[in-house]
């Protein structure tokens, strides 16, 4: 049986965390985030690491993907309709974060402790919890 593609957008839709709405967009940049930059906890310290700075240790591929990444982050924020100084200063955050942990060892080192991501997120909720107070979550 074929599906239309209006049922499918509505399917879509339906599904939890797939929406347009901006609750769905906050949980989907919240597990993006979680998932870049604190999905493991370092043995013996309390300092979390994710996938931006494991695969930040392939050389370019890494950093690319990474980049890839953080940039779909502020694809989302643009489809919240956040303001263009927020997106300039997000796309700032992921391409610094890009050029610097480009560099061989040095760069690995700057990935483990620049956060461009989260600080993506930290705008990204700021502008949610003023234009869309609905999607605000209590943090345990």
Same mark, same amino acid.
């Given at each position: ?11 879509? +839709? ?5 929406? +347009? ?21 370092? #043995?013996?310290?309390?300092? +979390?690491?994710?996938? &931006? ?5 392939? #050389? ?36 610094? &974060? ?5 560099? #061989?060892?040095?760069? /690995?080192?700057? /990935? ?16 949610? /919890? +003023?234009?869309? #107070?609905?999607?605000?979550?209590? /943090?345990?």
């Amino acid at each position: 049986m074929a599906i239309s593609p209006n049922q499918f957008d509505q399917m879509v +839709r339906d599904m939890p965390g797939f929406g +347009r709405d901006p609750a769905s967009v906050r949980r989907r940049v919240e597990a993006m985030e979680a998932m870049l930059e604190g999905l493991f906890v370092i #043995p013996g310290t309390q300092r +979390r690491v994710g996938l &931006d700075s494991l695969i930040g240790l392939v #050389p370019v591929v890494g950093d690319l993907a990474t980049a890839a990444m953080g940039a779909w982050m502020v694809w989302e924020a643009r489809n919240l309709g956040m303001s263009k100084w927020q997106l300039t200063r997000m796309a700032a955050n992921v391409g610094f &974060d890009t050029l610097v942990g480009a560099i #061989p060892f040095a760069g /690995d080192l700057f /990935d483990f402790f620049y956060k461009s991501n989260s600080k993506n997120l930290r705008i990204i909720r700021r502008h949610l /919890d +003023r234009h869309h #107070p609905s999607t605000v979550t209590i /943090d345990a």
